[in-house]
């Protein structure tokens, strides 16, 4: 679904964030991607989000080249994907529902659409009963949820998390990767960027890990190793 | 969207907005008053051969066919020292003293003239060299040409350098409202940033997230335009009864509404025009999808 081929990116004058990597990624698979701070793993996801182009090397996802892509096509791209970040990215002037709703006034959704759809992200991420509250409101782990909720909410094919539990707790973080877990059962593909090394070493899953730009190990049962 | 939030900023780029239409439109005034003023002065423009005491009415038809052969000007009025009298009488009537010291002088002071009307400026000249260079030239007094002829070239003078200090200075306005409305522009994205995150993210379309910018220009300009229109319209409104004492046939309010569309269409084009492209320039250059 999701292929890299020999990919780089320079930033100019001379750095380089990624160098030669190459791998894919199948439907409904749960990767995780690690490596240190500045390894990569947040270019990486930015070249598949199209707001960055590859200096070299080709993307594909579903088919199609990312780094071809003219301004156009973007866009529908990116309906393809939801996208959750360290920083949450909630708009503060708008409650957690609000936050969501916004999203599907975006994307051109109807009121019925809104008024069906809203309810159910809620309640699959557990905010139910906190939706009407403001994100200064909410907990660090509650607004992570809310925009788990948000990437949610038009049914993405995958689902990038970079770094969505550096700011929580041990708690809270093994909430996020439940939620994700769950979500990746049912049937969306996860792309995971972290470098918590407890995370990686219980889910079990495939990690393939970066180390200055470089793909240095994929494996399918990977562990945290650096 | 953004436009309650920045009501300082939107008002300056208003201002400047209407600073500028006001010019380009004082401009286009300013050519159509001027080639009014410029036709009125030049309808009354004419020569006038002021003859000496002793040349007799004779003579003067004479000379007045001999023009008509050689210049074809549009007409030729002969007035005689009576009628010379009786104008000045009639137009200085309310005038005592005026007409005092006509009684004093006791005798007609006025001279028998010929006032000729050419059917183009350019024939003036042609007019004044045959009057100078024949033999009636000793039973000429005077010829009343060139005292009008540089308040025409005066005018043209003024309008034309008129024209170029508000064109120099329109280029500059339009420049600097350019400025502005970038900025304005760029401060809303800046203001917005986080929701114009957000909406990337999930695939708004480009149009989506920067129409709204584009929509601020818009109004920026229609609003300026109207505002502007209205100075305009209350500014003729109002002085168009003081110009038209001061030159009379120019009627200002009549040129404005006369002129209504193409007035409209100036303002709102340079508005309208100002505030699309400098915002669509921003959009492109500061919002990257």
Redesign the interface.
Known sequence: MIRFENVSKIYLPDTVALKNISFGVEKKEFVSIVGKSGAGKTTLLKLL?A?EKPSRGKIFFGGRDISEMG??E??????????VFQDY?L??SKNAYENIV??ME??GKSDEEIVRDVPKVLDIVGLTERADHFPAELSAGERQRAAIARALI?RPEVILADEPTGNLDPYNTSEIIRLLLKINELGTTIILATHNKEIINSLGRRVITLDQGKLVRDEKEGRFIL | MSLSRDGGVIATTIFVLVLTIALITSIFLLKGISHFVIAAIEEKVDISVYFKETVSEDEIMEMKDEIYQVSEPENIQYVSKEEALEAFIKRHKEEPILMQSLEEIGVNPFLASLNIKASDPAQYEQIAQFLEGNDFEESIEKVDYYQRKPVIERIFSLTDSFKKIGIALSVLLVFFSFLVVLNTTRLAIYNLREEIQVQRLVGASNWFIRGPFLVQGVVAGVAAALITFAIFALGCWIFSPNINALFRDLNIWEYFTDNLLGIILIQLGTGIGLGVISSFITVRKYLKI
């Open positions: 989000l707001s301004p156009e973007i866009p529908e791209h990116r309906k393809r994907i939801g996208a990215k708009l503060d916004y999203i975006v994307l038009h």
